[in-house]
Structure formats: C-alpha cells, structure tokens
C-alpha cells in the first residue's frame, strides 16, 4: 500500500504571489497532475494582497477549471471576525463558526453567487482558519456544498451529510495508506520550502490524485479508518501544544 497526496493550494486571490505560484502550476500540469484550489470570491484581506493584482483573475480560473483542477469556494472575504476555532480546534478564529446559521448561510451564499456569475463554481468548500461549525455544515448542504477540504486521518469521513476529505499538514506525511491533503500557502512559501516540495512531487507523481475522485469514491468508515482519525487528531493537538 502507498499513500496518496492531494496537492492543495490556498489563497487564490487577484494579489495573491503569482510570480511563484505561476511557475509551481506550470510545473503540476506539465506532469498531468491536478490541484484543489482555494478561490476567495472576493477577498478583503490585504495580507494576502502581496503582488500586483491580476485584473484577469476569473478568467485565470475559469481556464484552471476547464484543465480539471478542482475549484473550493475559501470562505467569503477571508476576514476573520469570531473567534471560535469550530469543529476542527485549530485556530481561535472563523468567518463562519460562532455566527448564526442565518449569518453563516448568506455570507456562503454570496460567495457562491460569485463563483457561479463567474463560471466557476464547484460543490466543494475550504473554510478559512480550518474553522467551522455544525451550522456551517448546514448551511453548505442547504446550498447543495457535497464536501469539506478539511478533517483528521487518512480516509473521507461524514458529518452529517458532508463528506469531509481530511487535511492535516503542510508537508506530505508519508504513513503507507489512505490519503494526505498537502495544503500550499504560496504566499508565505520560501523559495526552498517551494523546490523542496515539487521535488518530492516529481520523485512521487504518480500517487498523486484528483481531489474529484477521493470525493467520488466517498468514505471509507470502518473501525481502522476511524482510528487513524482519533490517534492524528491526538498527535497533531499534542504537537500543538509542544510547538
């Protein structure tokens, strides 16, 4: 057996590092590989404006789209403004866990609405800050979201009726099963961290997989699968705490 990578981008936003992002992509489909990217409708934080911005933005992805890669609404505004850390425990801050289901369904829903004038718009959903609550899994499938970008272990796993495909780390974890979610902040990236990582995408290409198919073939739940997802979620708080 041999584990299986999704290579997840965030922060895909008209200011977003292009003159490192660009050359990365390049890279992933010279080698047939598709990407998840996280595509903020209409970002309002400036921290992630670090280069020029792409008037041509949409039309970027629209055509990334029609390669096959797998388009995530990120969020709304990518603005933070409660401070629940959601299911997930990781960051005490959220644009959705902590509202209302009201609140929470109309920021997603105008998210939406953007992505679809836009043409590019796909069941999937990356919440920012890892962050969200049972009523954003509500609210999604109440708009006909099927699957979260986000969750502990190697395997799909439901809440709800959401298909959650889990993603852990920045770096591939090498466990010899199921699937590992590498989640790229370009922005932030190093230009070694970058070389490092497309060199293990070179070494490995052929395990890595369309995030559309772990989500066709859905969960796997059976008493294995379930504890990886309790001892990884264990390991990853106790490495939390440690850092």
């Known amino acids: ?38 595509v903020v409708p209409e970002s309002r934080d400036h921290k992630l404006e670090v280069e020029d911005v792409r008037k041509d933005f949409f039309e970027l992805v629209r055509s990334w789209a029609l390669y096959g890669d797998s388009i995530a609404q990120h969020g709304m505004y990518h603005c933070y403004d409660s401070n629940s ?24 829903r105008k998210g939406k609405d953007i992505l679809i004038d836009e043409g590019v718009w796909q069941p999937w959903f990356m919440a920012p800050a890892h962050s969200f609550d049972i009523l954003t899994i509500d609210a999604l499938f109440q708009l006909k979201f099927t699957a979260i970008t986000d969750g502990y272990g190697f395997y799909p796993y439901y809440i ?28 932030s990236m ?41 001892m990884s979620e264990l390991m990853l708080k106790i490495y939390r705490v440690l850092r």
Not at 200 to 207: A, C, G, H
């Open 85 to 108: 850390a959601g299911i997930l425990t990781i960051n005490p801050r959220s644009e959705f866990a902590g509202h209302s289901y009201e609140d929470q369904l109309n920021r997603i």
């Open 160 to 187: 709800k009726s959401m298909l959650l495909v889990p993603q852990m780390t920045s770096f591939p974890l090498k466990v010899g099963f199921g699937v590992s979610t590498i989640c790229v902040h370009i922005n």
């Open 1 to 38: 057996m041999a584990t299986r990578y999704i290579i997840r981008f965030d922060d895909i936003t008209p200011g977003m590092a292009w003159s490192k992002f660009l050359p990365f992509k390049e890279m992933l489909e010279k080698n047939g590989i598709k990407s998840l990217l996280g």
């Open 190 to 230: 190093k230009e070694n961290d970058i070389r490092n990582l497309q060199n293990f995408i070179m070494v490995n290409k052929e395990k890595f997989i369309d995030f559309k198919d772990v989500v066709t073939a859905g969960s796997a739940d059976n008493i294995f699968t379930r504890s990886t997802r309790f």
